[in-house]
């Protein structure tokens, strides 16, 4: 069976998590661990969109650590079971919502007009175009998806960053793990990550090993 590593901390600290299949790039430990020491301070009680879930792990790291719920957005029906029962049994099923659908689409859907105090995106890699839709959208003027002080979060190959920056929001920061990356970004009017954070998670841009490149 295929896993997508371990929740890291909080109410399910330490439970393995399911991934859909060999071929998904699940978030590493080490991801996990630099991603969540950043947000940490803004995810209790947050509202977080994981965007292209696959396992989940994003989104149920974030639950785990205390945010007050989570919609999970994954096309296929394999991994959006799989989802389901990663939430069964981190125990956390009662504070999540699993959508099977287009990422690109329930964003331009009615239902997404709920607010989000974090949005993780994870396309496939190969599959840039969507990265650039899904930020395009979150960051359009007449989009009320993001939290005025909130976090859109982009996990990419290291060779194609995404844009820096799509309507209101700017990238902040960005960090490196073997061929994994991610670009933090942030509504124009958000305020930059204070320096605390950053000295939370300095020494975190070396290169990490290959095994924090696979899904």
Known sequence: MAEAGRVIAGSARGRRLRAPGEGTRPFGDRVKQTLFAILDPDLPGARVLDLFAGSGAGGIEALSRGAAVAVFVERDAAAARVIDENLHATGLSAKARVVRGDAIAYLKSA?????????????????????????????????AFLAPEGWVVAKHFWRTPPPPAAGLLASVRNRRFGETALTFY??????????GSAKEVAGTDQPAGPQEAAR
Request: charged fraction near 20%; charge should be negative; avoid cysteine.
């Open 111 to 143: 239902v997404a007009a709920e607010t989000f105090d974090l949005v993780l995106l994870d396309p496939p890699y190969a599959e840039t175009g969507l990265m650039e839709a899904a930020l395009a959208r979150l960051g359009s003027a007449d989009a």
């Open 186 to 195: 942030r509504p124009a009017q958000a305020p930059s990550p204070g320096a």
